[in-house]
């Protein structure tokens, strides 16, 4: 069964401080992953996308890396700020079709 | 300018009502999806359509039934309203279809409160 988990559920940082989200997959055959950063009460953003030659992508102050070996992506914010408060959902690919989504992580920058 | 749009943004509704929710997107895409986002935030696909043609149809009651009159829109119909329908309901459209590495770029989302 294809699965995203991300950890942890919920994140709470000073603003200024870096932080890293997790995402695990089991989702096979592998085609892409992507980040996505929503606002509440918002629609879904687009932050990256990699596919499986790629390990490392940025946007900004948001980097994101791939190990498909072991089926594990991060998501790496530098310099947080008080925009950054969102859900960071995990996306990834199976095939052409095949979209599934994980559960986000919630994060809240704080002064 | 709005690139996928959806209408109402807000609905409450009676239990038994039949509702519809609009959809369009204005970026030439030939792939739209309705996403159904519950209490948990949990994101999952409804339905998607490439050219008007129905692509993926994932298990929903057959009270919902989407339309697609035009490759720029896709509605949304539920009929026989229950407590269960309420969520936020997504559109999104993209280039191609949206597993092969296409941007899929979401609306701004559609509560539905069934009362």
């Known amino acids: 069964k294809n699965q995203v988990e991300q950890s942890p559920q919920s994140l709470i940082i000073l603003e200024g401080k870096n932080c890293t989200l997790q995402c695990n997959y089991t989702v096979s055959p592998f085609s892409n992953l992507r980040w996505y950063k929503q606002d509440t009460g918002r629609g879904p953003v687009s932050l990256t996308i990699m596919t499986f030659s790629e390990n490392t992508k940025s946007n900004g102050r948001y980097t994101a890396t791939l190990d498909a070996d072991t089926k594990q992506s991060s998501l790496h914010i530098t310099a947080s700020q008080l925009s950054d408060s969102a859900s960071y959902i995990c996306v990834v690919s199976a095939g052409y079709q095949k979209v599934t989504f994980g559960i986000g992580t919630k994060l809240q920058v704080i002064p | 300018d709005t690139a996928v749009s959806q209408t109402p943004k807000y609905l409450v509704t009676q239990m038994g009502n039949d509702k519809s929710i609009k959809c369009e997107q204005n970026?030439?895409?030939?792939?739209m999806y309705w996403y159904k986002q519950d209490s948990k935030k949990f994101l999952k696909i409804m339905f998607s359509?490439?050219?008007?043609?129905?692509?993926i149809n994932e298990t929903v009651p057959n009270r919902f039934s989407p339309k697609s009159p035009d490759k720029a829109h896709l509605n949304l119909h539920i009929n026989s309203l229950e407590l269960g329908d309420s969520a936020v309901y997504f559109c999104?459209?993209?280039?191609?279809?949206?597993?092969?590495?296409?941007?899929?770029?979401f609306g701004e989302g559609s509560w539905l409160t069934v009362v």
């Open positions: 359509y490439n050219n008007k043609e129905l692509i």
């Open positions: 999104a459209s993209s280039k191609g279809r949206g597993g092969s590495g296409n941007t899929i770029y």
């Open positions: 970026l030439g895409h030939d792939t």
